[in-house]
């Protein structure tokens, strides 16, 4: 059986994968809708610090009455 050509619009194979891999990073990072400097990036940053600083403070609050009902319930436990 005689081997078939492909036809129709088939794009070539890249000769080197690296190459064709910068080049369509490149092409897709011209597509990035970037920040503008300095405002909307320090805005942005606030907020993420702000949640990043309520976060740490739910989550250690959680933590530590988690260890006072553990110590709690040892000294239960033991005294009974």
């Known amino acids: ?33 970037w920040l503008k400097w300095p405002g909307e990036l320090l805005y942005l940053s606030g907020i993420v610090l702000l949640v990043a600083i309520v976060c740490t403070i739910i989550l250690g609050g959680i933590d530590f009455g988690f260890s006072q009902f553990v110590k709690w319930l040892i000294t239960a436990v033991k005294g009974a």
């Open 1 to 33: 059986m005689p081997e078939s050509k492909p036809t129709g619009n088939v794009a070539p194979k890249p000769k080197n994968a690296v190459v064709n891999y910068i080049s369509e990073t490149i092409s897709e990072l011209k597509k990035v809708t």
